[in-house]
């Protein structure tokens, strides 16, 4: 009779052990939104994003506290077509162009409130190995060099403009290569791909902190002349006193400490006053490089 | 009740208890197995789905950093809607860092906050963690939140949301398969169970079969063992050598049951072909077997009597014919453990009321262990010896020539009246009867004419006494008459009547007529008598007296008769055979009975008588006296210690080897004290018994037939041997010689005495010596009277001879010289 018992036990045990699924709701979250006023901030992506996000967000946690009751999103692009769709869509509240792009900006409903310090850190530099032993820029005849893009004032426009002014037919006696970015640029000439590199020394600067070894092997051969800084615009339609309050922090950022910290983090000096009219400078050199490589973009 | 009747229908069995075994062991083991590899599969699988949901989480979370820098909506949306491909029911969710949704697989979510609970004690968690990442378990999904960092900052979260319903899914296939393979393992290990156990089982069965083969009583059965050495085989095994051993048994049994049977057979054959009447019953009386004999007799054939109670079949009477044996035979028979043999006879009455005279013995059938199982009953019928021993009977106590008792009958009716006590009022009377003048009849006319003479008185006599009277003829012309419960007077009245009929009776013969007379003497038969010998001596001497005072009347004895009878006749026999035993008158002689084949001789001892002149008187001259006296046990007796003494006084002198053979008379055998005074002697002389033969005429056994067989019993056993004297004479048969214990058988002389020439003498010789030599008697043949004779015996073989061509008798001493 025990074995009976046991057995009918048993079953009840398996029966139990099969249903062992039971039916409940899965949990789902809930939102709710909440109302608040975010101010966009792009940079023209002449450093790549987590560069850029390191650079300028303690800036912009500056400029969050000092203003108060404001939010600074800080906006990086993929690239500068990115960017500059960005901008001239007018997506960004405020932003930080290149000099080429501030002068197409102004008439896309942006206005200059100030600009980085110096101007002279605004210019070409050419990048080459050390033992490909460049000393004439004639002896890039005939060789491959590397530009980020063809858009890229101070990396490309300036350097081709450099190159002409120094004798090099920029359309038939060098083979262009446009890597799509700095980094990649400096990249084709240390891997050898390219005799010699186009940048700016922001990107460069950079790429020689990160990579010291390599960098042993390169030296800058040329740089062309300095032109003005990039510029920090906001749209026309923004809040004066936020803009005020904002030009006020920007241009007193290398007065006091945590503003120099800040400014030697991200890599330049800091900001000075300007307006729309600085950057008719950019205006004039684009007609000298147009004459001479066609308009550009 | 139902599921307790299955269980005890199918779980009764060996193998249903194994198979059920099986299946709980395997169920058991299963299910544990099953069991732990499903909660180990849903650790496992949980673990991977944490793991998997944190590893895609962080995935996201990385990859997301530029698009999420690039505030690129559309890239995120990308990449998580890539993760949403790939988990059906998962959601993701980008946030900045405040919390705002910046994209999400459920639309709905964007640019929102998370307000639920979960939701803030997930990213609670996260705060407080150490670890880089949260995770919150629900039922159905895993909840993971991941930083977006650039360097150590963080810049965003990724939560993801990852249904694991499918997990449960996943298991609950698991388990099923599980199921499925417990299921299997159940119906397969039962399967292998029942295959197993159905060998053992259906070699178990061929035992039961083999022993239900062996219950039914066939015993060549043999059991195929196997190669295996399991249980079953070495029961296989043992069952073989038992059955092996039973076979063997059988096969005895068979043979032995042959045997008897055939022994039962040869036992019903031997029963059937036996003259003896053989009647087996079962332990109820029943009968189970009769021979054919015994059919013939009680007139039921085997069929009919089986099975019926003995009783049923036939009656049992006593001798008399008259009382019937009313104990119940058959407890007589069971009750007694030894063989039963009746030495009276009985008389069988059949169901045709046909009557038997039958010797019957009887013996219980035991067992082994001494129970009754039934009967056996054996007789034999005997209707013509009884009836030859009767005639025989009748012969020795009747004269042939008057059909009345002859005197040995007539004393002994007197001899039992006188040894029955007397009533005070009983009284009987004796008369002695002598004709007169009858010898005048013989004289003249011859014996033929005097023998009819004596038949017709003897009628007369008949038919003038009362019914119950008792007449004899004593010899002669003397009657004996006992007339019972009758006074003197009437006695007188009878005799005077007698005397009166027989003068009344003339006897006419060839023109003659002869008259007769009649002389009584009539003697009380009391208490005060109870002598034979003297009660017939004073009839006789009353009768005697009669005749002295004038014929034709009766006397009547008186005590003072005897004194003037012994004045009258000093020298009657009477007087002289007891002076003669008083004062050793008497004599013994001894004649020689010679071995024909060898020197084994012996001696028959003869008794002389001498008188006052020494003349030897032989006993041809007294004995009849004697015997009329009653006087022959004296002399027998007398015999008998003379020669005792003087074989003891002479026992050194007489060789061992001779025999000596003394005679016996049927008076002495009739007497009881007889046998003992016998051997009283015996012992006061101390007779060596087997020198002594005692002789008896054959006339004498059988008229005491069964006297005589007590005295053979008594003195057989003691060492004496037995001869039959005057053999042939008589009327017996041989049968009789069967029935008595003798040794030596003596043909009487009136066979031998013309053997030389008569040759039906010869022939009877001849086959009383076949028979008694088949019988292992000695043969003896007295008058041997020549040598003639003597070679004649030889021829035929004759063992002993006596007579005066042997040697003449001479006297006793003479053998001492």
Redesign the interface.
Known sequence: MQTKYFFIAFLIFISTSCSDTTKTQSYVPHAKEIESRIYIFGIHPYLNSKKMYLSYRPILDLIEHKIGNIKILLETSSSYENYNDKLYNGHFDFSLPNPYQTYNALSHGYKVIAKMKPDNVFRGIFIARKDSNLTSVSQLRGKSISFPAPSALAATMMPLYYLHIHGIDIQKDIEKKYVGSQYSSILNVFSGYTIAGATWPPPWEEWKKENPIQAKEMEVVWQTKSLINNSVIVKENIDIKIVEQLMEILITLDTHQIGKTLLNNAGFEGFAKAENSDYSIVNDFLQKYNKVAGISQ | MK?FTW?QKY?TSIKSKLI??VI?IH??LM?LIV?DL?QREKKFMEDRVLENAYQTTAIIAKTA???F????LV?LDELISSLDEKHN?S?V?IL?K?G??KSSTKK??F??????D??KKLLNNLEISKSIYAQSI????V?TIYPIF??Q?I?GYV?T?V?K?YL??Q??II??KG?LY?VLAIILGAFFAWLSVRKVTSRLNNIVNAVEQISAKKFDVKLAIGESEDEVSKMAKAFNSMSYSIQGYVDELQKSNEVIYREKELAEITLSSIADCVIVTNNLAEVKFINPAAEEIIKYNMHDAQGKKIEKLFKLFEEDEQTEIEENLYMTITTTNDVKVSEKYAVLENRNNEKFFILLSSASIKNLKGETEGAILVFHDVSHKVENEKKVQWQATHDALTQLNNRLGFETVLNILTKQPIRDNSHHVLLFMDLDKFKIINDTVGHLAGDEVLKQVALLLLESTRKNDFLARFGGDEFGLILFNCTIELAKEIAQKLIDEVLAYSFKWEDKEFKIGLSIGIASINAKESDTTSILSKADLACYMAKEQGRNRYYIARESDLEYLQNEHKFSWVSKINDGLQKKKFVLHIQKIKDLNGDNDHYEVLIRLKDENNILIYPDSFLPYAEKYALLPKIDRYVIEEFFHWLHKNQKTISKRIKFSLNITGQSISDISFVHDVLKLVEIYEVDCSRVIFEITESTAIANINESTTFFQILKAKGFSFSLDDFGTGLSSFAYLKSLPIDYLKIDGTFIKHITKDMIDRGMVESIFKIGSLMNLKIIAEYTENDEIIKVLKTIGIHYAQGYAVEKSHSIEDLLI
Not at chain 2, 69 to 72: E, G, H, K, P
Not at chain 2, 138 to 141: L, T
Request: charged share 25%; proline share 2%; no cysteine.
């Open positions: 599921l269980y779980m059920v075994s709980l169920a058991i299910s069991f499903l950093v530029i698009p820098l690039n505030n690129d890239a029911n959601m969710f900045d405040f705002k949704v709905e979510y640019n929102k906050y998370f307000d639920d979960a939701s629900y039922e159905k999904s909840d650039v360097e900052e810049i939560r949301l249904d319903s449960s899914n298991l609950s388990t099923n199921v417990i």
